[in-house]
């Protein structure tokens, strides 16, 4: 089964064709990100009018860039948008929900609009879902097959959740930010730090260098910031109550000591990204590795922009060396951030509307 995705949720207009859930034929991301970095932040009716703009330019240079065409017996000599020999594809599908309403719009109504032209049927995708199956991208399951259950930190910008996935069909959120997104914490230090947007790059770059500074950093490490464990007492160590996050202290926690230090240096930047980072990454991976222990998964995934983190991947490689599970992030830095392709192998796996 061959469907056409479209993903319009944020500030990206991005379309793919993808074929049985892994297999992807093209994949086309379109940015405003230009246009946010001059305000340090999405502003969801500027990303509508750029998702306008570009949602049919990008679909068009989807079907022009898929080499579907020389995988089936069918042969399409021109496989552009006005091709009459549309029988490649069998279904469309759209990010239906969360995001910004405005964009969403974008998408769902194209979506619609070709279902109806080209007489497919149109399967709505929910985001986090979307970002969840992106590791199945690029994965033939003839060769390496998933294995549930499957424990799945996905982290972004807009959302941040531990998913258990029993098999395809069924999954349950186990735990979610009560506050903002790792992401969203990201971005949002970043701007106090004066590093600009989005901010989960700058920030690994700022940590890294810090690492390179200071040699032995389990023990020099100068200021480090307190983990929000949301526990049912006041340990200081997670006590598993729950597989909940809150991360809006850790930015007021940061800005406290941005202030107390008056004036910021490189270093100072650098020191502050690192024990950031260190406390988000430290939270994040404590539960999810307790998520997997609780549900005895044989798999862990990271999924969502935050996956695309070093740091993170490394804490996570760490601290399951004992539990022998596999472990898997998407297959390209690509398919972390938002994306079509994820969208498409999601919605392999739902049913279609009628
Ligand atoms: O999945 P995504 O493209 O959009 C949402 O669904 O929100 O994720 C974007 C988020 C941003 O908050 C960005 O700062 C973060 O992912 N991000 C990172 C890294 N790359 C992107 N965070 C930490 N480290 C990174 N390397
Ligand atoms: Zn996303």
């Not at 990206?12 to 001059?38: F, M, P, R, Y």
Request: hydrophobic content about 40%; charged content about 25%.
């Amino acid at each position: 089964m061959t469907i056409l995705a479209l993903e319009t949720s944020c500030d990206e207009t991005a379309c793919a064709i993808v074929e049985d859930g892994w297999k992807v034929h093209a994949n086309v991301i379109a940015s405003s990100l230009d246009l946010h970095q001059v305000t340090g932040g999405v502003v969801p009716e500027v990303a509508a009018r750029a998702q306008i703009e570009s949602i049919i330019p990008v679909i068009a240079e989807t079907m022009r860039k898929s080499e579907i065409r020389n995988l089936k017996s069918e042969t399409v000599s021109n496989f552009d948008f006005q091709i009459s020999n549309l029988s490649l594809i069998d279904a469309i599908a759209v990010t239906s929900e969360p995001g910004l309403v405005t964009s969403l719009l974008v998408g769902t109504e194209t979506a619609k609009w070709l279902g109806y032209l080209w007489n497919k049927p149109v399967i709505m995708v929910n985001h986090v879902r979307g970002h969840v199956f992106a590791n199945w991208l690029e994965r033939d399951p003839q060769k390496d097959s998933i294995q549930f259950p499957v424990v799945c930190l996905s982290v972004s910008g807009g959302h941040n959740e531990i998913i258990l996935l029993k098999n395809h069909q069924e999954w349950e959120i186990i735990g979610e930010s009560q506050d903002d997104a790792a992401g969203e914490a990201f971005d949002k230090v970043a701007r106090i730090l004066e590093l600009g947007y989005p901010g989960g790059p700058l920030i690994e770059q700022y940590a890294k260098l810090y690492t390179q500074m200071v040699p032995n950093i389990e023990s020099d490490q100068m200021v480090r910031f307190p983990r929000a464990w949301l526990n049912s007492n006041h340990s200081n160590k997670w006590d598993g109550t729950t597989f909940d996050f809150s991360f809006s202290g850790l930015k007021s926690e940061v800005l406290r000591e941005v202030q107390r230090r008056n004036r910021l240096n490189d270093t100072d930047r650098a020191e502050i990204a690192y024990a950031f980072q260190d406390a988000v990454c430290d939270v994040l991976v404590t539960k999810l590795i307790g998520a997997a222990k609780k549900y005895q998964a044989k798999e862990i995934h990271l999924a969502g922009g935050v996956s695309a983190n070093q740091f993170l991947r490394m804490r996570v490689e760490e601290q399951s060396k004992t539990l022998g599970v596999k472990i898997r992030w998407p297959e390209k830095m690509v398919y972390c951030t938002d994306n079509a392709a994820m969208i498409g192998a999601a919605a392999y796996y739902e049913k279609p509307q009628e």
